[in-house]
């Protein structure tokens, strides 16, 4: 492992810039992993990682697993891992944040790349089978860093800071996207045990009677159009039938009808007893006729008491 990307102007490169600044460059290969490793660059770093990497697909192969393949995406501003088929994609390394690039001489399947993780500030190592075409991609990425170079001195370094803004707003959208799908999955749940709890609690057709509502001493309020002695009051019990009114004149205590004052006529009582009935109310009407023409006159300041002509 003996090759690292450099710089040189007058380096006749693979693509054009145009397919790397306005598109990017597809390549296929197995993807052995990622490691933590503590420096950003060097040979033996990489050599490491490599080897330890290796040593875990020795023991998923014995397992039985197989070493998953992803398409590599190179552009300038970055290198994407996708999954071949779905095009999900798996790690978004962006160009400015990988700090070493290098293929393996004695392996021409092997490269690999060190790029620092944008949450965890780690510098992780990514290690990659690429079916002998391991010298290209690592030139590959080297044109790329160089296009990247020479936009960033025409910009004035303008370019990275858009291009830092872009990656975190993509990183943004992908997060809230991958939330909102986990956020319809679980809407989708509860409705489908919503309805299932509604079907198991009311069978189709069936209506559930409804109770009537009662007071806070558990009674059935008092309505005139309802017959309350059917009805059961809320404990399950029979009110008390309501006595029916009596047509019949009641009578006190010694057998006598009630007095009514209204109902007396003159044939009530005796001739005797009517006559001194008739004089007493005449002489009580008498009696206020006076007494109210004295107030009359007393209101309006004269001092005396009219006579009238009674017998």
């Not at 330890?52 to 014995?62: N, P, T, W």
């Not at 790329?144 to 960033?152: E, G, P, S, V």
């Amino acid at each position: 492992m003996n090759r690292a990307f450099s710089r040189k102007k007058d380096k006749t490169w693979m693509h054009t810039p145009e397919a790397l600044s306005k598109h990017y460059i597809p390549y296929n290969a197995k993807f052995l992993g990622s490691t933590e490793v503590e420096q950003p660059k060097g040979t033996e770093v990489v050599r490491d990682a490599v080897r330890k990497l290796k040593f875990a697909r020795h023991i998923k192969k014995s397992e039985g697993q197989k070493i998953p393949k992803v398409e590599l995406q190179i552009s300038i501003y970055g290198v994407k891992i996708l999954e071949p088929k779905t095009k999900e994609v798996q790690h978004n390394c962006q160009l400015h944040r990988i700090s070493f690039c290098a293929d393996d001489k004695t392996d021409k399947r092997i490269f690999t790349f060190i790029c620092k993780d944008s949450e965890s500030n780690k510098h992780l190592c990514y290690v990659f089978d690429s079916e002998k075409c391991a010298e290209e991609i690592t030139l590959t990425i080297g044109q790329a860093f160089d296009l990247a170079y020479r936009k960033f001195l025409e910009s004035g370094g303008k370019d990275v800071e858009t291009r830092k803004q872009i990656a975190g707003l993509q990183k943004r959208i992908q997060d809230l996207e991958t939330e909102n799908m986990e956020l319809k999955n679980r809407v989708q749940d509860l409705e489908s045990q919503l309805r299932i709890t509604q079907g198991s609690a009311s069978p189709a057709g069936s209506v559930t009677p409804k109770s009537p509502s009662t007071d806070i001493f558990d009674m059935i309020p008092f309505s005139p159009v309802s017959h309350p002695s059917s009805t059961p009051t809320g404990n399950g019990t029979q009110p008390p039938p309501i006595p029916s009114r009596s047509t019949e004149i009641k009578r006190d205590l010694f057998g006598a009808e009630p007095f009514d004052p209204f109902n007396c006529g003159a044939g009530d009582f005796p001739p005797d007893i009517q006559s001194k009935l008739d004089e007493m109310q005449v002489t009580v009407l008498r009696d206020w006729l006076i007494n109210g023409l004295f107030l009359f006159n007393m209101e309006h300041r004269k001092c005396y008491v009219s006579k009238l002509p009674f017998p």
